[in-house]
């Protein structure tokens, strides 16, 4: 939530999450979907963690 708004790569939520030495190996695209599972109303057409493709994620601020 520190960078709500704010686009965060792959590689950036990896380094956070599980540290220098565990983020390469991480498949962060797979915990998001999992996350997204549990916290989207409908997490095929998300509107709280929102991808930017190519880039990394986001987390969506209210309209």
Known sequence: ????????TSDEIAKL???ERFYS???VK???HRIRQ???????????IISEPGVG?????QD
């Open 17 to 19: 999450i599980w540290g």
């Open 30 to 32: 797979s915990y998001m």
């Open 57 to 61: 994620y986001y987390i969506k601020l």
């Open 1 to 8: 939530m520190e960078s709500k708004g704010k686009v965060v």
């Open 25 to 27: 190996s991480i498949n």
């Open 38 to 48: 549990k916290l989207e109303d409908d997490p095929a057409k998300p509107a709280l």
